[in-house]
């Protein structure tokens, strides 16, 4: 047999794929790991928070939330919030928390369960709402985040997303636990975690009033003012919807014997 000489294959020596698409590659896999280390770092912190004393709780919240911007003056409206904030704390048998009212300069409509037992109110949630019945529900309904813990689960979360936005140079190195980032991070709920904080809730005012009425109301109330968030499909929104929340309060007064109409209290 005669051989053939051949000229030397000048690729054999470089690599099948493009330089490019191993760096992709490559770039995914850490990025991937990053992920998967940032999740089970926040398990861990967030079950430590959990898992924390209410002791401890109170010292970490004199520590790290701003009361200066949380401050407001003993006036007498405040104190008749913290008389009823008293008053429906009373339904919780087991509580271990001192709750301390604030009132926030804020004109959006909301409520906050604060560690260390602080609850916020803006000064747009005390606007909108008609009745002390209605107010009290919303106060009620933190509490419920308090026995579930929920404010420290969140914080977790918070605590994370604010080392992050530190270690790439946003937010000046700031890593306050309730900055102002801190706390709209930290302080959200997951659906159910607002559901069981609803029922909590309506087993207060009814222990508090004998009965349920203005319960659900401010939601409704809300729901009118902003009609397009309201319906939106409860899988697209991380909380009920303010309508559905409203339905299963009604559903869950019914099965549990609460009367829906009584006496409402003027508003505060």
């Not at 000048?10 to 330089?19: G, I, R, T």
């Not at 700031?174 to 609803?198: I, P």
């Not at 968030?229 to 099965?255: D, I, M, N, Q």
Request: a negative charge; zero cysteines; charged letters at 25%.
């Amino acid at each position: 047999m005669k051989a053939t000489p051949r000229l030397p294959d000048d690729k054999v020596n470089l690599p099948s794929s493009h330089p490019l698409s191993d760096a992709a590659q490559l770039i995914a896999g850490v990025a991937g790991i990053g992920l998967v280390l940032f999740a089970l770092i926040a398990y861990f912190v967030e079950l430590a928070l959990w898992l924390l004393p209410h002791e401890s709780e109170a010292e970490l919240a004199q520590t790290l939330w701003p009361m200066e911007a949380a401050a407001t003056e003993q006036d007498e409206r405040q104190q008749r919030l913290q008389a009823l904030l008293d008053a429906l704390a009373e339904g919780w048998e087991d509580n271990p928390y001192e709750l301390q009212l604030r009132i926030m300069d804020d004109p959006q409509p909301n409520a906050f369960a604060a560690p260390g037992g602080i609850v916020l109110v803006t000064e747009g949630l005390l606007e909108l709402s008609e009745s002390e019945n209605e107010l009290a529900f919303v106060l009620a309904h933190e509490i419920g985040h308090f026995r579930g813990r929920d404010h420290l689960r969140g914080l977790g979360r918070g605590v994370l997303f604010q080392l992050v936005l530190a270690s790439i140079g946003i937010g000046g190195g700031d890593v306050s636990l309730l900055g102002k980032t801190g706390l709209l991070a930290g302080l959200s709920f997951s659906r159910e975690q607002e559901r069981e904080a609803d029922r909590f809730g309506l087993d207060l005012i009814q222990r508090h009033y004998g009965h349920v009425a203005g319960a659900g109301v401010f939601f409704e109330r809300l729901a009118q003012d902003d009609p397009i968030s309201a319906r939106l499909p409860s899988f697209v929104s991380t909380h009920p919807g303010l309508e559905e929340r409203v339905v299963e309060l009604r559903k869950l007064a019914r099965k549990r014997g609460y009367q829906l109409e009584g006496q409402e209290e003027p508003k505060l």
